[in-house]
C-alpha cells in the first residue's frame, strides 16, 4: 500500500489542510505535470485573446470578462471621414482604476484603422467605444481586442 493511498484513507491531509487549499492543489495538478510544466492543451483556452465587437447601434458598454491587456482596437467604416480624421473614443470604467478614455484616429480617406495599445484591463472593467467626431465617415464598427499577459 502506497502512502498517498493511506494518507488519503485515513484523511490526513484534511486534517492538517483546509478543504479549499486542497482542492487547488487538486486543480493544479491537473494544469501542471510532475516536471512543472504547463500542458499546453489545458493552458491554451486561457491564452486566446478575448474580443469585444461594438456595431453602429449597439449598446456602447461591454463588460471586459477576464482581466488582461487591451492590445488592439480595430476600426472599420462603410464610408471613411473625408472632411477630416474621424475619432473614436475607448473608455474604460474600473472600480479599481476609476474612468479612463483613449481616442483613437482614423485618418481621413481611411476606411480600415488598427491602433496597437497596451492598456491593462481588469475583469470586471466596463469597456466603452463612442465616436466623437465623424468628419464623414459612417456605419462604423470597432473591435477590440482583450490579451492574456501582454501584446
Not at 55 to 81: D, E, F, K, N
Request: net charge negative; proline share 7%; hydrophobic share 40%.
Amino acid at each position: 500500500m502506497d502512502a498517498e493511498r493511506i494518507f488519503r484513507e485515513i484523511g490526513l491531509a484534511e486534517a492538517l489542510m483546509p478543504r479549499a487549499t486542497l482542492r487547488q492543489m487538486e486543480a493544479v495538478g491537473r494544469v501542471i505535470d510532475p516536471t512543472g510544466d504547463i500542458d499546453p492543451r489545458k493552458a491554451d483556452p486561457f491564452r486566446t485573446p478575448r474580443y469585444l465587437d461594438y456595431a453602429v447601434g449597439t449598446t456602447p458598454y461591454q463588460r471586459a470578462g477576464r482581466a488582461g491587456t487591451l492590445a488592439l482596437v480595430s476600426v472599420r467604416c462603410s464610408t471613411a471621414p473625408n472632411t477630416g480624421d474621424a475619432t473614436i473614443m475607448v473608455t474604460i470604467e474600473s472600480q479599481i482604476n476609476g474612468t479612463e478614455t483613449y481616442p483613437v484616429t482614423v485618418p481621413q480617406g481611411s476606411a480600415t484603422w488598427d491602433e496597437v495599445m497596451a492598456v491593462p484591463v481588469n475583469a470586471t472593467d466596463w469597456i466603452g467605444v463612442a465616436v466623437t467626431t465623424a468628419n464623414g465617415a459612417s456605419g462604423l464598427s470597432t473591435s477590440l481586442t482583450i490579451t492574456i499577459g501582454g501584446i
